[in-house]
């Protein structure tokens, strides 16, 4: 052997070559042992994480019951929108690309990244509920992580004009308020599913297994005449702007059926805009829970039960002239008058021949008018929270107290109750139940004798004419019967606000064969003469006309058209004044 080879063998000693023998081994021991680890021991656990990112189970949205009016249009219907929502552990490793999808989503980069980190580790929503432009522009940009679903909203085609009769509907499709939430019930769909597999950017493969379809809510049909329903609420919000109320509603009602054919509110908001109806007040609908003291709108009630208990006749005067001492306080009239019988008395809205007719009659038989007429009483029309108001039981009235329940303190209603309290006495003596629901069948209960009720409807139509305080819900070429009311709000201390009223006006045409009822009450009003008769009449005036022609009821006509008052002396402010018992 050379002496080259000896001396390598030298160099390299055995146990380096044992010790490279040993990291072999132990090196695979250790993979088999991984293995086995992850092929028996963790098997299971790792099939179920890989099911829970290939394999997953995506809702399916059910679509939400339409609402319709009358005439078929739709009040609340489903249009296509989108909802994005993204996987955070995909869309995180894009963060280069937020900007593009902030700006074809129309929010700030900010945002994006804000509801990113809202959601959970695999699930946050960005947008929802959004138009299916915004998914297509996206789509476009091919960023993995984040995904657009198809679905549906709910879209309002009057806007702010329904907005607190229907209520609104909350991202998740079941009813926050109004109509949407009292028949949630019947209008929400149920749900579906299906499961897909998805590859590693989260992109449906195919639907694995069968699909749960989802069942659509059904249909709400209203009785609610759309046109009707848009100039009531238009002449509402005029009317509450130019005299600066806090607040108004206004119902109109078939009086012979009970069904209604507009519920307008104001304040109200756009449900469609984005944030439309941030504050809850926007979509109370006042007509059912705002309950208030009417003043003078009660007034023909009282009679109506004076009648009946035969404690005044129809024909019977009363000295107005001085005022009327009742429990420490002096009931006055705005104007003076010396001798009314109960014709003038309501159209003057006497509060002096009021209270001497209401003393004369049992406080029982007035509370029993009252409540056969649905005041005091819930509606049962699907509003939750709806008031019935309050009217005190008779034994608790003392002589103050029957003297201004009369005249429409200390008794608070809604404008629903006001428009139901009427009906009865243009159709002749039943109270109708209010319907909102088509199909429904009419409820009529006899509460006053026609003969009670003719009387009425002849007065009311005399507090429409001139010098009657409804003299601004005339309504040329048609017979206008109703009253005005007007009652200053209590400050919660015993006392009133100054000026600042409940404005009423309730009344119904044709005055000779009655068909429609409308009740209109603006309250907190500050300006101008803010009395029922010059507030609340002119919006019963122009929301009658509107709906007198919708429905095909026409005028008297005179030669070639329609008859005018027989007083074409009358001016503006004269009927101004007169709106409120200052003229003759």
């Known amino acids: 052997m050379p002496p080259e080879r000896l001396s390598l063998q030298r160099i390299l000693p055995r146990w380096r070559a044992t010790l490279l023998l040993i990291v072999i081994l132990l090196g695979l021991v250790v993979v088999l042992t991984r293995d086995t680890e992850l092929q028996w021991w963790r098997a299971h656990d790792l099939r179920t994480q890989g099911r829970m990112r290939y ?45 593009k999808v902030a700006q074809a989503l129309d929010i700030s980069p900010e945002t ?60 998740d499709h079941q009813g926050a ?50 046109q009707i329903q848009y100039w009531a609420y238009m002449t509402l919000l005029a009317a509450q702007q130019h005299f600066g109320a806090t607040e108004g509603s206004a119902v109109v009602m078939n009086a012979q059926t009970g069904q209604i054919l507009a519920m307008a509110s104001v304040p109200s908001c756009n449900p469609n805009a984005r944030a439309g109806c941030g504050d809850p007040s926007d979509y109370v609908n006042n007509a059912v829970h705002q309950a208030f003291e009417p003043g003078s709108v009660m007034k023909p009630f009282m009679v109506a039960a004076a009648l009946a208990t035969d404690s005044i006749q129809p024909d019977q005067s009363f000295n107005v002239s001085r005022c009327l001492p009742v429990g420490g306080f002096c009931i006055r009239d705005d104007v003076v008058h010396h001798e009314l019988n109960v014709a003038h008395i309501l159209k003057y809205s006497s509060d002096i021949g009021a209270a001497k007719i209401a003393l004369r009659t049992p406080a029982k038989a007035i509370y029993d008018m009252y409540l056969a007429a649905g005041y005091g009483q819930e509606p049962n029309l699907g509003f939750a929270g709806a008031t019935g108001g309050v009217l005190p039981q008779p034994q608790t009235w003392d002589k103050a107290r029957h003297a201004t329940i009369a005249l429409g303190y200390g008794v608070s209603v809604t404008t629903l109750q006001l428009a139901e309290g009427y009906a009865a006495i243009a ?84 005055g000779f064969a009655p068909k429609l009822v409308m009740a209109v009450t603006l309250r907190g009003s500050t300006r101008y003469w803010n009395f029922g008769g010059v507030e609340s009449a002119p919006v019963f005036r122009v929301t009658m006309r509107h709906a007198l022609e919708e429905l095909n009821i026409a005028p008297r006509w005179c030669g070639g058209k ?23």
């Not at 929802?128 to 549906?152: C, E, F, W």
């Not at 599913?193 to 059904?218: C, F, I, N």
């Not at 329609?562 to 003759?584: D, F, L, P, V």
Request: glycine share 12%; hydrophobic share 40%.
């Open 55 to 99: 394999l997953q189970t995506r809702p399916l949205p059910a679509d939400r019951g339409a609402i319709y009016g009358s005439n078929g249009d739709a009040l609340a219907a489903n249009v296509p929108a989108v909802t994005i929502w993204t996987d955070p552990r995909l869309f995180n490793a894009h963060r280069k690309d937020w900007d």
């Open 112 to 171: 994006l990244a804000a509801r990113v980190q809202s959601g959970g580790s695999g699930f946050a929503y960005i947008l929802r509920q959004v138009q299916p432009q915004l998914g297509k522009s996206l789509n476009a940009l091919h960023v993995p992580g984040i995904y657009v679903q198809k679905t549906s909203r709910t879209y309002y085609p009057l806007g702010a004009v329904t907005t607190p009769l229907l209520g609104l509907v909350h991202l």
């Open 177 to 226: 308020a109004g109509l949407e939430m009292g028949y949630n019930q019947w209008l929400s769909g149920k749900a579906g599913s299906e499961k897909v597999l998805v590859d590693g950017q989260g992109e449906v493969l195919h639907v694995v297994g069968a699909r749960q379809t989802p069942v659509p809510g059904r249909d709400l049909h209203l009785t609610i005449n759309p």
């Open 427 to 510: 159709n002749g003596g039943y109270h109708v139940t209010p319907t909102l629901i088509a199909g429904q069948s009419v409820q009529r209960v006899r509460i006053m004798s026609a003969g009670i009720a003719a009387h009425l409807r002849h007065w009311l139509e005399g507090v429409c004419a001139a010098n009657g305080t409804g003299i601004l819900a005339a309504i040329p070429g048609y017979a206008v019967a109703g009253k005005t009311g007007t009652a200053n709000m209590a400050n919660g201390k015993d006392g009133f606000l100054k000026n600042r009223t409940n404005a009423t006006f309730v009344g119904f045409a044709p």
């Open 562 to 584: 329609a008859c005018a008052s027989k007083h074409n002396h009358i001016t503006t402010t004269q009927a101004e004044i007169w709106a409120e018992g200052g003229g003759k």
